[in-house]
């Protein structure tokens, strides 16, 4: 198998582990709510809930075996609350503002209800 294949199914993997994961997290939530994954790669759980009464755009990001965790608002990358070392703050707000857009469908989409599969591909692919 060549290796750009390789990368290929490891992509497709992870989002069929993605959709899983989704499918458990929304199992979890109560009826109505919606928690998905954006990112889940070992240690590293980037993820967004359909939270009512939310007005700020946010990712939720889990890291590290003690689950260190923070809110990130997606329209300045800017730290909201949460656990995580302050050193990973600037390589959030990268990651934030490089798929700013994406992010901000994402979550209107989850605010609504709506499918969000595509999005999630899009992002989970790096465009």
Same mark, same amino acid.
């Given at each position: 198998?060549?290796?750009?294949?390789?990368?290929?199914?490891?992509?497709?993997?992870?989002?069929?582990?993605?959709?899983?994961?989704?499918?458990?997290? @929304?199992?979890? =939530?109560?009826? %109505?709510?919606?928690?998905?994954?954006?990112? /889940?790669?070992?240690?590293?759980? $980037?993820?967004?809930?359909?939270?009512?009464?939310?007005?700020?755009?946010?990712?939720?990001?889990?890291?590290?075996?003690?689950?260190?965790?923070?809110?990130?608002?997606?329209? @300045?990358?800017? =730290?909201?609350? %949460?656990?995580?070392?302050?050193?990973?703050? /600037?390589?959030?707000?990268?990651? $934030?503002?490089?798929?700013?857009?994406?992010?901000?469908?994402?979550?209107?989409?989850?605010?609504?209800?709506?499918?969000?599969?595509?999005?999630?591909?899009?992002?989970?692919?790096?465009?």
């Amino acid at each position: 198998m060549k290796e750009m294949d390789f990368d290929r199914e490891a992509n497709e993997l992870q989002h069929v582990f993605s959709q899983i994961d989704r499918q458990m997290a @929304s199992a979890r =939530r109560p009826q %109505g709510v919606i928690e998905f994954f954006i990112i /889940k790669v070992e240690d590293l759980r $980037i993820k967004m809930y359909q939270e009512k009464g939310h007005q700020r755009p946010h990712v939720h990001i889990d890291y590290g075996k003690e689950k260190h965790a923070a809110s990130y608002a997606i329209d @300045s990358g800017e =730290r909201l609350e %949460g656990s995580l070392p302050r050193r990973y703050d /600037k390589a959030v707000a990268t990651w $934030i503002h490089k798929h700013r857009s994406n992010l901000n469908v994402l979550w209107a989409h989850a605010q609504k209800g709506t499918a969000i599969e595509e999005v999630l591909v899009a992002i989970q692919k790096g465009n």
